[in-house]
């Protein structure tokens, strides 16, 4: 199994073949609070407010551009959702691929350091 640690060490490839269910399962268990959706890897992070929302928006966009791997963002008044899938991979049909995990792994460690962001 790949951990979480391991993940963050790697950077995303242009060219990435999609994981299998096995392979999936496997990265998920490194990521416990990533759950899988309708093909799609999905956290939901949580926030005292807005700012503190839109700065960890801000904060993850520099390793979005980096890793050139674009997830769908969902932004609240308290809470950003992230939806991670691989568009061309399965000659365009989507899926996911380590991209995906990779990039859900440093996305994780951002928010481990944000400023204090649980919703009581």
């Not at 949580?46 to 966009?61: E, P």
């Not at 769908?72 to 995990?101: A, M, P, R, W």
Request: aromatic residues 10%; charged residues 20%.
């Amino acid at each position: 199994m790949t951990s979480a640690a391991e993940l963050r060490l790697q950077t995303c490839q242009p060219q990435t073949l999609a994981l299998s269910a096995d392979e999936v399962a496997a990265r998920l268990q490194a990521l416990p609070e990533w759950q899988l959706q309708d093909g799609k890897i999905v956290r939901e992070y949580s926030f005292q407010n807005y700012y503190l929302t839109l700065a960890f928006v801000n904060a993850i966009a520099y390793t979005i551009h980096t890793e050139d791997h674009h997830p769908e963002l969902v932004i609240t008044y308290k809470q950003c959702v992230v939806k991670y899938d691989t568009h061309s991979v399965n000659d365009g049909k989507g899926g996911l691929s380590q991209n995906d995990f990779i990039c859900a792994a440093k996305l994780d460690a951002i928010y481990a350091q944000s400023v204090p962001r649980n919703v009581n």
